[in-house]
């Protein structure tokens, strides 16, 4: 049952959301680990392959308990086709740049969000009047365009491949967040997340069987696996379920805003564990990234109140 509607903090929402923060902050220090142990394709396969074990016996309860409708297989397929790609340039990126840039650079993704809520969403399209939305939208692509252009290594091969992967996988994960939306508007995170686990595992599988070199997971050290274990726990089978619950209990905005700290949280990871530093000015833009993507995000809780007030 959702808490009251007197109720200012909801502490179920907040506990998933901030432990969702935590999962996702970690997750691209492990991946950026694994490039110097496996490929790719083959870590990708490896990783949600764990997330969709740690999610089936939930997959095979709910069958068995009639909380499973199935409907679900087909509403699934909609949005696994956007994960397994940006999935694909997601981790291909880490190869090419270091963690702290990269989620920068994916955090651009509520430009495209924003993009595809107005087209799809007719309740969103007030925000085409607000100045605020405007100026958010503004402010995160300068972020974007000085994060990119202040980097020490701007226009090298790698470093443009990897800046390329990572505003691909920023556009795949609005796609997949929307498509998300529309179709699991009334089904259980955890159903739905298990579902499209399998999904896309799958749909890595192939990629990895084509492109990748699955023997090498034969040679791995229980170092490396206990990385592939827990980033995939972590980083995916728990970080999605616990986002989408808490946009289920208090909406879309609040989650939205907490999750742009986590470049703060990755930054220390990687400068900890990697040695990553951003320049004072990528630092700069970076911030004027999330700010603008925050007063974007922030417009639609006012369009909510507005819409209610009619």
């Avoid at 790609?85 to 740049?97: E, K, N, R, S």
């Avoid at 503004?138 to 202040?150: A, D, K, T």
């Avoid at 630092?283 to 009619?310: E, M, T």
């Amino acid at each position: 049952m959702d808490a009251p509607a007197t109720r200012k903090i909801d502490p179920a929402a907040t506990s998933a959301i901030l432990v969702a923060i935590a999962c996702w902050a970690g997750a691209p220090i492990f991946i950026k680990l694994l490039t110097a142990e496996v490929d790719s394709w083959t870590q990708n396969v490896l990783r949600y392959g764990t997330a969709c074990l740690f999610w089936l016996p939930f997959l095979f309860y709910a069958m068995r308990t009639g909380r499973f409708q199935k409907r679900i297989w087909w509403l699934a397929l909609l949005p696994s086709v956007p994960n397994i790609i940006l999935q694909a340039f997601w981790a291909a990126a880490f190869y090419h740049v270091d963690p702290a840039f990269m989620d920068l650079m994916v955090k651009s993704s509520v430009i495209w969000i924003a993009a595809f809520s107005l087209i799809f969403f007719e309740q969103e399209r007030a925000l085409l009047r607000s100045k605020r939305f405007w100026s958010g939208m503004l402010l995160s692509m300068v972020g974007v365009g000085g994060v990119i252009l202040y980097h020490p290594e701007f226009k090298t091969p790698d470093t443009t491949i990897g800046t390329g992967m990572a505003l691909a996988a920023a556009f795949g994960w609005a796609i997949y967040a929307i498509t998300v939306k529309i179709t699991f508007k009334n089904v259980d995170s955890r159903v739905g997340f298990s579902v499209i686990s399998l999904y896309t595992t799958l749909g890595l599988a192939a990629l990895a069987w084509l492109f990748g070199d699955m023997s090498v997971a034969l040679n791995l050290s229980a170092k490396v696996w206990t990385w592939v274990i827990v980033s995939a726990i972590t980083g995916i089978a728990l970080s999605h379920v616990l986002y989408y619950a808490a946009i289920k209990r208090i909406g879309a905005t609040i989650p939205s805003l907490a999750l742009l700290a986590t470049p703060i949280f990755v930054y220390a990871l990687s400068y900890l564990v990697l040695g990553e530093t951003l320049s004072l000015r990528q630092g700069l833009f970076g911030l004027i990234l999330l700010f603008g993507a925050g007063v974007s995000i922030w417009s639609q809780q006012h369009l909510g109140k507005a819409i209610s007030r009619r």
